[in-house]
């Protein structure tokens, strides 16, 4: 009896594990909220991602050291403009985004990732787009129109308009960086890929690293520095390491189905820590805009294991 408990058990842990994944990526915007307290958009970024890549770091070089020489070698340039996409240029969009609209609302313009990556993907390789992944672009487009637009439940000022327009420079910033990382791991290895985009993403913001910055972070509240933790080990590493874990076990279609858990639970997250408000029309925008990601990705996705790890 208790064998066949153990083993019922093991085959619901990857979808125990999805759902654990899908739950940690939502509490980034919320987390995120909470560390722009102390730290600006910028500084943020190097906070975030300088221990991961250091890690990264010293990983390569033990390792993997003539493999991430090579990598380089060959393709040096391309992990500056992936870096740059992903790390330094998405995560600061992503974060004054989130000085100026709600982190809930910053969640539902980042799930646009697959979409918009349809788009870039249609210009630069010849992917076609096609009737039915056209139709999920406009109602996806649409929703996010709502959410934003009536959302809030009051008028919205310029400011807000300025956030939403930057932050919607992370998801193009996002697509850029997919597309190169299709033609990349066809290639080489995932892991030296990322853990040299990692690095090449911190170079641009390296001299934030000031002994002021130092002290104003070792001065910061509790709240801060769990928020801190949590971005750069919790949502960074740990969820890298569960999902290399699942995807060995299920289909990547199925793993696909839980990242529209994200946007939804973020919601959840930025009522529950920040007190942000879920009003009628943002749940409805949520719903159409998440049905029109969903038609994209169903017809034929485009959507890869390294890309559905950038959707948090």
Known sequence: ????????????????????VATIWSGAFAAIKIALTVLTPTELVLARHLPP????????????????????????????????????????????GET????????????LNPAITAIVAARFISEPVGRWR????????????????????????????????????????GAIYHVMNRGMVRRHNPLPITGCVFIAGCLPVMFLLTPELVTRMYNAPVGFWIAILYLAFVNSALTQLLWTWVLKRVEVARAASFVYLVPVLALFWAW?????????????????????????????????????????
């Open 1 to 20: 009896m208790i064998r066949n408990l153990l083993v019922r058990y093991s085959r619901q842990l990857p979808t125990v594990t999805l759902i654990l």
């Open 53 to 96: 890549a250091i890690a990264y770091g010293l990983y390569l070089a033990i390792s993997r050291r003539p493999e991430t020489i090579q990598l380089v070698r060959q393709d040096g340039w391309r992990l500056m403009v992936m870096g740059f996409c992903i790390i330094t240029g998405y995560q600061f969009c992503q974060n004054w």
């Open 100 to 111: 100026r609209i709600p982190a809930g609302t910053t969640s539902l313009i980042i799930a």
């Open 134 to 173: 056209a139709l999920g672009l406009v109602v996806a487009f649409a929703g996010l129109y709502v959410a934003v637009c009536y959302g809030a439940g009051h008028h919205v000022a310029v400011g807000y308009w300025q956030g939403v327009l930057v932050t919607a420079i992370a998801p193009i910033l």
């Open 272 to 312: 529950v820590f920040l007190d942000e408000q879920v009003t009628l029309w943002l749940g409805l925008g949520t719903v159409v805009l998440l049905v029109g990601v969903g038609i994209v990705q169903a017809n034929r996705p485009f959507w890869t294991t390294r890309q559905l790890e950038q959707t948090r």
